[in-house]
C-alpha cells in the first residue's frame, strides 16, 4: 500500500511539474543593453534579417555588430541612456556581451542550422515565439527534442536521428 502512495505521489509531481512548466511565463533573460524588439519590428517596420543578416545564409543567426546598430543610433535616439551604453561599446571598439537566449545543450549535440529552416519557410516566430512584440529578451519558446520531432512530422520533413544530431 505504501508503495502505491509513493507511486502516486510521485506521478503527481511529476504532472504538476509538467503542467507548471507549460504555463510557466517566458523566461526573461538580462542583456547589457536593453534591446526592445517591439520599437524595432513593429514600430519601424524592421524584419528579422535586417539585423539578423546571416540567419538566410549560415547556421547562426548572428547579432549585428555595435557598428551596425550605430548606423542608425548615432542620429536615432542619442540621448537615449540604452544608445549611450551601446555608443559607449562602439567608442571603445567592443561588442557588448549579449547573453545567448536560445541554443541546445553541448550534450545533445544537435546541428542546428538557420538557413535550412528560413530557407524552408520556417517563420522565425515558430521557434521564437512572438519577439516582435517583445520589450525584453525572453525565451518565449522551450525547445525540447519532442517539439522538434512534432514540427518535422507536422512539416512532413525527416525525423531521421542524424538530420539533427552529428
Known amino acids: 500500500m505504501r508503495k502505491y502512495v509513493l507511486g502516486a505521489l510521485v506521478l503527481t509531481l511529476l504532472?504538476?511539474?509538467?503542467a507548471a512548466a507549460a504555463f510557466w511565463p517566458a523566461r526573461r533573460v538580462p542583456q547589457p543593453i536593453a534591446y526592445p524588439h517591439k520599437t524595432h519590428v513593429v514600430d519601424n517596420q524592421m524584419e528579422c534579417l535586417t539585423c539578423h543578416v546571416n540567419a538566410d545564409r549560415s547556421i547562426a543567426a548572428t547579432i549585428p555588430s555595435?557598428?551596425?546598430?550605430?548606423?542608425?543610433?548615432?542620429?536615432?535616439?542619442?540621448?537615449?541612456?540604452?544608445?549611450?551604453?551601446?555608443?559607449?561599446?562602439a567608442k571603445?571598439?567592443?561588442?557588448?556581451?549579449?547573453?545567448?537566449?536560445?541554443?541546445?545543450?553541448?550534450?545533445?549535440?544537435?546541428?542546428f542550422t538557420?538557413?535550412?529552416h528560413v530557407k524552408a519557410g520556417v517563420e522565425c516566430s515558430?521557434?521564437?515565439?512572438?519577439?516582435?512584440?517583445?520589450?525584453?529578451?525572453?525565451?518565449?519558446?522551450?525547445?525540447?527534442?519532442?517539439?522538434?520531432?512534432?514540427?518535422?512530422?507536422e512539416k512532413q520533413v525527416s525525423v531521421?536521428?542524424?538530420v539533427c544530431h552529428k
Not at 504532472?15 to 509538467?18: C, D, F, G, R
Not at 555595435?66 to 561599446?89: G, R, W
Not at 520589450?135 to 514540427?151: A, H, L, Q, S
Request: aromatic share 6%; net charge negative; proline share 6%.
Open 66 to 89: 555595435v557598428t551596425e546598430c550605430m548606423v542608425c543610433h548615432e542620429n536615432v535616439k542619442p540621448e537615449s541612456p540604452e544608445i549611450q551604453k551601446l555608443a559607449a561599446f
Open 114 to 116: 538557420h538557413k535550412r
Open 126 to 153: 515558430t521557434c521564437h515565439g512572438d519577439m516582435a512584440n517583445m520589450m525584453d529578451m525572453r525565451e518565449n519558446v522551450k525547445w525540447t527534442m519532442g517539439k522538434c520531432i512534432d514540427c518535422h512530422r
Open 15 to 18: 504532472i504538476a511539474s509538467a
Open 92 to 111: 571603445a571598439g567592443e561588442e557588448p556581451p549579449w547573453v545567448r537566449v536560445y541554443g541546445f545543450h553541448p550534450q545533445a549535440a544537435v546541428h
Open 160 to 162: 531521421d536521428c542524424l
